[in-house]
């Protein structure tokens, strides 16, 4: 079983910083392709960024695109989400997923087989 936990979050002021953290508990990290979500109360589960391969390929909502950024370290087995210019719009609970599918799983939450437990970042305006 893949376990993953995040933390990171937090509140923050709109214009603000913060990095979320996801540890994956498997050694065979670098097969999985790996995202970030986000869930606002009484709106469905949205994608925000992926990362596929060794890092090579990154993916970003248009949302965020240019303000958050997707990494990992592989000697970690951890991926990172760096937001930046914060948002009140982008307050939710954040969620680390992994996914079997290969090259890349795409933006749907369904293709990602494991989740973390999720992390609330809260955007004050």
């Known amino acids: 079983q893949v376990q993953l936990v995040e933390s990171g979050g937090g509140l923050v002021q709109a214009g603000g910083s913060l990095r979320l953290s996801c540890v994956v508990s498997r050694h065979t990290f670098s097969m999985y392709q790996m995202g970030w979500f986000r869930q606002a109360p009484g709106l469905e589960r949205e994608f925000v960024a992926a990362?596929?391969?060794?890092?090579?390929?990154?993916y970003y909502a248009d949302s965020v695109k240019g303000r958050f950024t997707i990494s990992r370290d592989s000697a970690k087995n951890t991926v990172y989400l760096q937001m930046n210019s914060l948002k009140p719009e982008d307050t939710a609970v954040y969620y680390c997923?992994?996914?079997?599918?290969?090259?890349?799983?795409?933006?749907?939450?369904?293709?990602?087989?494991?989740w973390g437990q999720g992390t609330q970042v809260t955007v004050s305006s």
């Open positions: 990362i596929v391969g060794g890092g090579g390929s990154t």
């Open positions: 997923a992994a996914s079997n599918q290969v090259p890349y799983p795409g933006s749907w939450y369904g293709k990602y087989d494991y």
